[in-house]
């Protein structure tokens, strides 16, 4: 039987360890506090679910596993890949390391060079993996065989797992969406309406397409699950805990009190600056990003950040 570990034991880590569990693998769960996982008001949909008692939960590292399944927010993965176990690692997590700029596979590449890695990412609520509804996503890693490698164990008839050697545009897709998902809800909190939202959608598609050229990816992966397939899902749904947050700041709530109130991590919030340097860094236009950036670091009120957007003149699509 194969050995799977899940570090992290939010929302996505208790998720993908019942997903795993399903799958006939062993499986342990790493929790920093174990008996302060799933706070309470944390994903209540998720509390159907208890955890089988045969997957062990502990806040000891293990010794050795098959796979290391990372479910750590970005910006703590690199305190915590010191103590993975040698195997294969899947990054989970979708962001930028605000202080250095890293994408999840760079953190890995930099903090543990001896270790294979893979990325998963795609439109995937937890509370629906948890529930076993049918899912796909997609497994990146520089060598495909990596990715197969890794994908084989974990991959069901429910959880299809696609693969791809793109890292860059689907860790990009992964960390822009969270952001394109704050000002989608924004733009609905403020009242400007559905038509308004889609338009937002497409431009910041068209943006996230531009960086990754830039960055040396492939635009063809924007149109896969984890460009336009987790933005459907991300930028339409207050189940996203982004674009609960951009809800809340679009009805005028203030930052720390939206934060306050999020069932977990909105990584959009830590990834729009990050997004804007990099794209700063390669002279790439991200006026979406840059208008979420400076209205999440109030330098623009909601007022200012709309009329930013709207003003701008349209160009040739
Ligand atoms: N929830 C989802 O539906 C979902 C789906 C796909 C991807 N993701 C991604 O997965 C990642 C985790 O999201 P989540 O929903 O599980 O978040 P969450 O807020 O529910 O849980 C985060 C977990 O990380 C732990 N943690 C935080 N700081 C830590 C540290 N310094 N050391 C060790 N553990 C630490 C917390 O204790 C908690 O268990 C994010 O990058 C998110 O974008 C989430
Ligand atoms: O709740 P969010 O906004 O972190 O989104 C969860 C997943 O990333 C959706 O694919």
Redesign the pocket.
């Known amino acids: 039987m194969t050995n799977i570990t899940v570090f992290?034991?939010?929302?996505?880590?208790c998720?993908l360890a019942l997903h795993i569990h399903k799958t006939g693998a062993n499986v342990r769960l790493w929790?920093?506090?174990p008996s302060a996982?799933l706070p309470s008001g944390?994903?209540p949909r998720l509390r159907d679910h208890p955890l089988p008692a045969d997957i062990t939960v502990s806040d000891t590292f293990p010794v050795t596993t098959d796979l290391s399944v990372v479910?750590?927010?970005?910006q703590?993965l690199a305190?915590?890949l010191p103590h993975l176990p040698q195997a294969p690692v899947l990054l989970?997590?979708?962001?930028i390391e605000q202080t250095t700029l890293d994408f999840p596979l760079e953190i890995l590449a930099r903090v543990r060079p001896d270790l294979k890695g893979a990325f998963l990412s795609g439109p995937?609520?937890?509370h629906e993996i948890a529930a076993g509804l049918p899912a796909a996503a997609v497994i990146a890693a520089t060598q495909h065989e990596t990715a197969q490698h890794i994908a084989e164990p974990i991959s069901s008839p429910l959880f299809r797992l696609y693969t791809s050697t793109d890292c860059t545009g689907v860790q990009l897709g992964g960390a822009a969406k969270?952001v394109i998902a704050i000002a989608a809800g924004a733009t609905m909190g403020a009242g400007l309406g559905e038509n308004a939202r889609a338009a937002l959608i497409t431009r910041g598609l068209a943006e996230t397409g531009r960086l990754a050229t830039a960055l040396g990816g492939q635009p063809a992966t924007l149109s896969g699950l984890a460009g336009i397939g987790d933005l459907l899902l991300t930028c339409t749904s207050p189940a996203s805990r982004n674009y609960r947050m951009g809800l809340a700041l679009g009805q005028g709530s203030r930052k720390e009190e939206a934060l306050t109130t999020l069932p977990?991590?909105a990584?959009g919030v830590t990834t729009a600056s990050a997004l804007l340097s990099i794209a700063r860094r390669h002279n790439v236009h991200v006026p979406i990003t840059e208008t979420i950036a400076s209205f999440l670091s109030g330098s623009l009120t909601l007022a200012q950040a709309q009329d930013k957007l709207l003003s701008r003149p349209p160009g040739f699509e």
């Open positions: 992290g034991a939010g929302a996505w880590g998720a929790a920093r506090n996982r944390a994903m479910v750590i927010p970005v703590h305190s915590v989970c997590c979708k962001g995937n609520f937890a969270n977990g991590v990584e």
